[in-house]
């Protein structure tokens, strides 16, 4: 696609659900990110995948939190046993790469409501 | 820590001003800055970006100045339109880190 698309673009879940959110980034990209965005905050780091490396993990609040990124291009950002404070906008974002450009393409996020 | 901040959290102006957004950082150390738009319910939008050996960048209506000796960052839009009417995040990053680093936001308001 032309841009990065997330789906499903609102999630309402239960406390102590599972959630699993999907971003599919701009084709070629071999860089993205995963942010999470609470309400009038700014943008936090959570995941980073490059290419083949391991992926940068620094950003996840707790192991609730995984990301997987399968075949180098979808990512699935996968929150266990929600809990009301991982209540968010969660912003997948792609890049042409390191050394490449750090220009971030943002998709239009998920939106995740714990209740 | 370092930290990426602003110094105003709401800004108003008429339609044709110019605006200013700045944006405070922290990291000595860091290296490149960027501008996004947010739009509400939408991504943040690129804008504009600079590197730390230069102090100032032009965009359309849109320049990016920086003070490295005061660690100062801001976004001049010229003309202002209701359009541009968004959250404005800065981000900075430093070479060897992999992520971009966030401050809070401006929201720009345009009075017609």
């Not at chain 2, 102006?13 to 950082?25: L, P, R």
Request: overall charge neutral; glycine content about 12%.
């Amino acid at each position: 696609g032309a841009g990065v698309s997330q789906s499903p673009s609102n999630k309402v879940t239960e406390k102590g659900k599972d959630v699993e959110l999907r971003c599919d980034p701009i084709s070629g990209h071999t860089a993205l990110y995963w942010y999470r965005q609470s309400l009038g905050q700014g943008l936090e780091f959570l995941i980073y995948f490059q290419g083949n490396s391991a992926p940068d993990k620094s950003g996840l609040p707790s192991d609730r939190f995984s990301a997987e990124r399968t075949g180098g291009s979808v990512s699935t950002l996968t929150i266990q046993r929600t809990q009301q404070e991982d209540s968010a906008v969660y912003l997948c974002a792609s890049s042409q790469g390191w050394g490449a450009g750090e220009k971030l393409f943002f998709g239009s996020g998920t939106q995740l409501s714990v209740l | 820590g370092e930290s990426v901040g602003l110094h105003l959290p709401t800004l108003s102006v008429q339609e044709g001003d110019n605006s200013i957004i700045n944006c405070a950082y922290s990291n000595s150390a860091s290296d490149y800055f960027i501008w996004y738009k947010q739009e509400s319910g939408k991504g943040p939008q690129f804008i504009i970006d600079i590197r730390s050996n230069m102090d100032k960048r032009q965009g359309q209506r849109v320049t990016v100045l920086l003070n490295k000796t005061v660690k100062h960052l801001s976004l001049q839009i010229a003309a202002t339109q209701p359009g541009d009417s968004a959250v404005y995040f800065c981000a900075e990053k430093t070479t060897g880190r992999r992520a971009l680093t966030f401050g809070s936001g401006t929201r720009l308001q345009v009075q017609p």
